[in-house]
């Protein structure tokens, strides 16, 4: 039994329950909401206890992250459980959806459970695991989705990698729909992305490097959705790069159902970034040009893109210390996915309830979990942000096991004061 | 060149691409290259100007003209001169560039040259070591001295750049030679047309202030000079081209596409050449017309000049 808190002038805000004002949250001794919103104030908290006058600061329900890759089993130089939570946690994050893509793969039952019990003991946040479409996600045979699912699994991706072979993906669907599964793909034609390195454009041409045209994500969105057409099922692009794909999906939204995603990456920088080889901006998909990151912020506007990622990747020094061509795609993003998204509420591009919309109550819904809400008697997961705060983003500060973030030196304004997962403070400023 | 503006320093530490030279770094070279044709042809060869200095070789690639023709260049300066053997070097036991970069500067060279397939490899080089860096080709990304080399054949036979027109055809898409030569003739005032085939252009290389051509008759007509780049045999097996025939047939260099040409127009070609390929052999052995011996002597000059001005 821990002690109730009583949290007040706090603004709060919670998309699910369409919650935008300046009120209070209380937490009950099991942690557990009790109480949330402006009849929450002095008035009705008894003398006696004691408040915690937030003064003006927000709250938002935890944050739910529907792509991290975890190190964990296999790589956990790179990132284990405990490590990314606490990452997590200093971003405001408390649900994560790990992806399949560690050693061994998440392709069967027997892996399943070690993960839920190193999830379980060693992660602070709630965990939700993926397993892979495919076994060793070699885009062949399929893995038994219902079976996975009634272990925990929330849903399923080769992470990385694409279903190439179009009757293994109609079939992958079929499935899925009988079983109701979540199907969330990463759309690249790899045959059009082949040793592709960044967007394929001026920027490519001048460093030398191979590109990655955006022809490769929409044939792959086309198709799926082609697909889709016939069959229904629960289908999620993971992230979108491309302006020419917010037009498609936009497109299609108004006679299918399905879902999208997009990389604070994407949504933050540009191609122009990359400069001079920068290594930690080798991302997957590809940074594009300013007019497709343009494109993109107006596709959360308009709802096209329900979800904004991390794309948590961590890959230690060794990996990023190459030329372009050999060095690891991916950079971290968990501690500053909410700093960096926030810099779209700063500088106008988005309002804060758009935001924080595809950060909590969007996912959730895709997954079909009680998370990202600050529902009366659910888990007390939220956090407290101060979103005028200015912070330098440094290597040497994350916390995180690798430090291959995309923002170094990044000036920032926002920042997660305090982060509690079931009503415990796990993570204070 | 009608207008010259006079350098005495060069504003680079390395020298990585045409892309971070100014004018008057291209003229410095140029220039300084010029003093040392003649030195070239003459009996003895030998200078001191390096003498002291310690020059590494460092080619991930193979190379025949360009590893000798640095290693000579640093020879006749003086210099001492290491070529890196890779294929018995640690790299082969998984040493990353890195840590080769950080051995190599323990040795404390005076200038490192470098190449590698993988483009931006000298930037990385370069941030590491002490010395200076000169790129010896990287990737697709860059190869300037092959470009300083051409602008110097090209002002020993027109004795100009400034308003020569000038076609570059062939796998531009792969090639650093193209690149580098677009930055430096656009710098210089040529008028530079491309000519390829869609599949080995570049995306958005017409953003770079040059003409694209997928016709090579349109793309050489009224050229003064043809520079014509190598095609890669694997180019064949990956659906970038049907066939050698084919190729040599619509982007081959022959007696009649030449035609189009200016009369006194003059052939370029970095070798190896493809002969019967990207070029009929008779015009690749016309000494009227082909430099492509002259490319390679002079390209020992332009390497002695980049040598002892980036070695200062």
């Given amino acids: 039994m821990m002690k109730k808190k009583y949290f007040i002038n706090a603004n ?32 009705n908290i008894p003398a006696r206890e004691k408040v ?190 491309s302006g020419k794909s917010v037009d498609l999906i936009r497109d299609k939204k108004e006679n299918l159902k399905f879902s999208c995603g997009v990389s604070i990456n994407n949504l933050s920088l540009n191609e122009n970034d990359i400069g001079d080889f920068k290594t930690f901006l080798k991302l997957s998909p590809p940074l594009r040009t300013e007019e497709d990151r343009v494109n993109l912020v107006q596709g959360l506007k308009d709802e096209t893109i329900d979800v904004i990622v991390s794309d948590h990747k961590p890959e230690d020094e060794e990996q990023k210390r190459l030329t372009f061509a050999q060095a690891a795609t991916g950079a971290t993003g968990i ?64 916390i995180s096991k690798s430090k291959n973030t995309s923002i170094e030196n990044k000036k920032l304004q926002g920042k997660v004061t305090n982060t509690f997962v079931k009503g415990e403070e796990l993570f204070k400023l | 060149m009608a207008t010259k503006t006079k350098a005495v320093k060069i504003s680079q530490k390395h020298l990585l691409g045409i892309q971070d030279l100014s004018v008057s770094d291209v003229n410095l070279i140029l220039d300084e290259a010029s003093t040392f044709i003649d030195l070239n042809k003459s009996k003895n060869k030998k200078l001191d100007i390096l003498k002291g200095k310690t020059q590494i070789n460092l080619f991930f690639e193979p190379s025949t003209r360009t590893q000798s023709s640095f290693e000579l260049a640093g020879k006749r300066l003086g210099a001492d001169v290491m070529s890196m053997n890779i294929t018995n070097s640690a790299i082969k036991k998984g040493e990353t560039l890195i840590d080769t970069a950080m051995t190599l500067n323990a040795m404390h060279p005076d200038i490192i040259v470098i190449r590698h397939q993988d483009s931006g490899a000298c930037n990385l080089l370069s941030q590491k070591v002490n010395c200076a860096v000169l790129n010896a080709g990287d990737g697709k990304r860059e190869h300037p001295t092959q470009a300083l080399l051409d602008a ?18 062939g796998d531009i898409l792969h090639s650093r030679v193209a ?32 003409n694209v051509f997928s016709d090579m008759k349109k793309g050489v007509k009224d050229c003064d000079i043809v520079m014509m780049l190598r095609l890669q045999n694997e180019r064949m097996t990956s659906s970038f081209l049907s066939s050698n025939r084919e190729y040599y047939e619509y982007y081959g260099l022959t007696p009649d596409k030449l035609s189009y040409a200016k009369k006194d127009c003059i052939i370029m070609h970095p070798g190896p050449m493809n002969r019967g390929i990207e070029i009929d052999t008779k015009l690749a052995d016309d000494t009227n017309m082909s430099v492509v011996k002259e490319q390679v002597e002079l390209g020992v000059a332009i390497r002695m000049a980049c040598l002892k001005i980036f070695c200062e």
């Fill in chain 2, 179 to 210: 690149r580098s030569n677009i930055y430096l003739l656009n710098m210089l005032g040529a008028e530079v047309n491309i000519v390829a085939p869609t599949n080995l252009m570049p995306k958005d290389i017409e953003k770079f202030g040059v």
């Fill in chain 1, 52 to 241: 915690i006058d937030l003064k003006g600061k927000h709250i938002f329900p935890g944050l739910v992250d529907m792509r991290v890759f975890v190190g964990e089993p296999g790589y956990e130089y790179k990132e284990n459980f405990r490590t990314l939570s606490n990452a997590a946690l200093s971003g405001g994050v408390t649900s994560a959806v790990t992806m399949p893509n560690t050693d061994p793969i998440i392709d069967n039952v027997s892996i399943v459970d070690f993960l839920k019990r190193r999830g379980r003991d060693k992660s602070k946040i709630n965990i939700f695991p993926t397993a892979s479409l495919t076994k060793g996600s070699e885009g062949t045979n399929m893995t038994e989705f219902g079976l996975l699912q009634s272990k925990g699994i929330i849903g399923f991706t080769d992470g990385t990698k694409t279903i190439q072979n179009t009757r293994v993906m109609a079939r992958i669907m079929n499935s899925a729909s009988d079983l109701d599964s979540l199907i969330m793909q990463h759309a690249e034609d790899f045959e059009l992305s082949k040793d592709g390195m960044i967007n394929e454009g001026i920027i490519a041409t001048k460093l030398g490097l191979q590109g990655i045209p955006e022809m490769a994500e929409l044939i792959i969105i086309e198709r799926d959705l082609t697909l889709l057409n016939y069959i229904k099922c629960r289908y999620h692009i993971s992230q979108i790069s």
């Fill in chain 1, 335 to 398: 501690e500053t996915l909410l700093s960096l998204s926030l810099e779209l509420y700063h500088n106008e591009s988005l309002k804060l309830n758009t935001i924080i919309k595809a950060l909590t109550s969007n996912p959730a819904k895709i997954l079909k979990i009680d998370k990202g809400n600050l529902n009366v008697g659910n888990d007390a997961d939220f956090c407290i942000v101060d979103v005028n705060k200015p912070w330098i983003v440094k290597q040497e500060n994350l």
């Fill in chain 2, 152 to 169: 110097l054949t090209i002002i020993n036979r027109k004795k100009k750049i400034q308003g020569l027109k000038i076609a570059i055809c």
């Fill in chain 1, 12 to 43: 709060i805000l919670d998309p699910h329950n369409s919650i935008d004002e300046v009120g209070g949250l209380i937490v009950g001794e099991t942690g557990l909401i009790e109480a949330v919103g402006k009849k929450v104030n002095t008035n």
